[in-house]
């Protein structure tokens, strides 16, 4: 019996190991190329810019830095999926072609919905505390043109 779980065991790990070898020459996930900056909105102060930058200019900008495991599958898909919607949804680099969503940036980053929970384990610099997640929404505002609540304001 001990033997016939070992050899199925061994057997899956030789499976899963060729599984991980085979995806690595899947071709997706491995143009990381960062289009030339354009242009970037008129900040509204510095600090904006550089909480920006900490929190949301990986996805969100065509100065995109991508680190080694980015080359790596699957890994290097959800980074190149994560990247691509956020470049297509709101790019700091190119403000002639902001996606329908810049408006809405304060508000998504007052809500906690971005920077995502996934992007914290290898970016603990992204996380924000409440005072910066506050300075950082009513920055955006203030340079994109949009409307976010303060918390608690105008909620029954």
């Given at each position: 019996m001990?033997?016939?779980?070992?050899?199925?065991?061994?057997?899956?790990?030789?499976?899963?190991?060729?599984?991980?070898?085979?995806?690595?020459?899947?071709?997706?996930?491995?143009?990381h190329?960062?289009?030339?900056?354009?242009?970037?909105?008129?900040?509204n102060?510095?600090e904006?810019r550089?909480?920006?930058?900490?929190?949301?200019?990986?996805?969100?900008?065509?100065?995109?830095?991508?680190?080694?495991?980015?080359?790596?599958?699957?890994?290097?898909?959800?980074?190149?999926?994560?990247?691509?919607?956020?470049?297509?949804?709101?790019?700091?680099?190119?403000?002639?072609?902001?996606?329908?969503?810049?408006?809405e940036?304060?508000?998504?980053?007052?809500?906690?919905?971005?920077?995502?929970?996934?992007?914290?384990?290898?970016?603990?610099?992204?996380?924000?505390?409440?005072?910066?997640?506050?300075q950082?929404?009513?920055g955006?505002?203030?340079?994109?043109?949009?409307?976010?609540?303060?918390?608690?304001?105008?909620?029954?």
């Open positions: 001990k033997r016939t779980i070992g050899r199925v065991l061994k057997i899956f790990v030789i499976f899963l190991a060729a599984a991980f070898v085979l995806i690595q020459f899947i071709p997706y996930g491995r143009n190329t960062n289009p030339p900056v354009v242009q970037e909105p008129a900040w102060a510095p904006t550089a909480m920006a930058v900490r929190a949301c200019f990986d996805c969100h900008s065509n100065e995109t830095i991508w680190p080694w495991y980015t080359n790596i599958a699957p890994v290097s898909w959800l980074t190149q999926r994560d990247v691509d919607e956020g470049r297509h949804k709101l790019n700091f680099s190119d403000i002639a072609n902001f996606g329908e969503e810049a408006g940036a304060g508000e998504t980053v007052l809500k906690g919905e971005m920077p995502p929970l996934q992007y914290f384990p290898t970016h603990p610099e992204a996380r924000l505390n409440d005072t910066e997640r506050q950082l929404a009513q955006l505002d203030l340079t994109l043109g949009g409307e976010s609540r303060s918390e608690g304001e105008g909620q029954d």
